[in-house]
């Protein structure tokens, strides 16, 4: 099973930009669908985006499409999330989460989980 680093979370400015990264190690990323979640201070987790093993499927969460792109770089075992034009309401923790195959926002369908990266837009 592969396991799971987030990295590149941090302080920012509302309206600046942030890009997370997700490595995987002990299997290729590229045999999972990984996807991103978020869980706000005090509130449930909820679905930022997901990509599939083949790369031919995303989805995003509906607070999130449009200024959050989510992609993967084989050739580094890793799954990027770009997240532009941030708000205080982008304001969590950050997790990525992988399965065989693809996972859609499905929380449930992920197996693997990272140990989260903690992101703040301040106003």
């Known amino acids: 099973q592969v396991q799971l680093v987030e990295s590149g979370g941090g302080v920012v400015r509302a309206g600046g930009s942030l890009r997370l990264s997700c490595e995987g190690t002990?299997?290729?990323?590229?045999?999972?669908?990984v996807a991103w979640f978020r869980q706000p201070p005090g509130k449930e987790r909820e679905f930022v985006a997901a990509?599939?093993?083949?790369?031919?499927?995303?989805d995003y969460g509906l607070s999130t499409r449009g200024r959050f792109t989510i992609s993967r770089d084989n050739a580094k075992n890793t799954v990027s999330l770009q997240m532009d034009k941030l708000t205080p309401d982008d304001t969590a923790v950050y997790y990525c989460?992988?399965?065989?195959?693809?996972?859609?926002?499905?929380?449930?369908?992920?197996?693997?989980w990272g140990q989260g990266t903690q992101v703040t837009v301040s106003s």
């Open positions: 002990g299997d290729f990323l590229s045999h999972y669908g």
């Open positions: 989460a992988a399965v065989r195959g693809y996972g859609s926002h499905f929380s449930t369908n992920y197996r693997n």
């Open positions: 990509i599939s093993a083949t790369v031919e499927t995303t």
